[in-house]
């Protein structure tokens, strides 16, 4: 069981930056796909972006597409979520999760959080106007 947490998040102006990290316990294995998602105020969870650690393909929310960069680094132990040109409705509270490579592909689509796991504690942005 790999424990995750999540860091980074914190207040910016739209158009402003942020990059949050996950760190795990372990490595994660190649077998894995990693995912970012967040739940906006009264709103329930989606998926913002997701990886196949194996082969490094990518996903992303159609909200998120050009401004948010997902990835892994070197030692396959930390995931990076690199948000440019932030919104106000990117305002959320963000989560990392894992799941098998198979889920990768849908971890944008509604429900698709039932199917990942080992939820990190999550870290909060909010982005003013």
């Known amino acids: 069981l790999v424990q995750l947490v999540e860091s980074g998040g914190g207040s910016v102006q739209a158009g402003g930056s942020l990059r949050l990290s996950c760190v795990a316990s372990?490595?994660?294995?190649?077998?894995?796909?990693m995912a970012w998602f967040r739940q906006p105020p009264g709103k329930e969870r989606e998926g913002v972006a997701s990886i196949a650690i194996g082969g490094g393909t990518t996903y992303y929310a159609d909200s998120v597409k050009g401004r948010f960069t997902i990835s892994p680094d070197k030692t396959k132990k930390t995931l990076y979520l690199q948000m440019n040109s932030l919104k106000p409705e990117d305002t959320a509270m963000y989560y990392c999760a894992d799941a098998p490579q198979i889920f990768c592909s849908i971890a944008t689509s509604q429900g698709a959080e039932r199917v990942f796991g080992n939820w990190g504690q999550g870290t909060q942005v909010t982005v003013s106007s």
């Open positions: 372990r490595y994660i294995d190649s077998g894995n796909c």
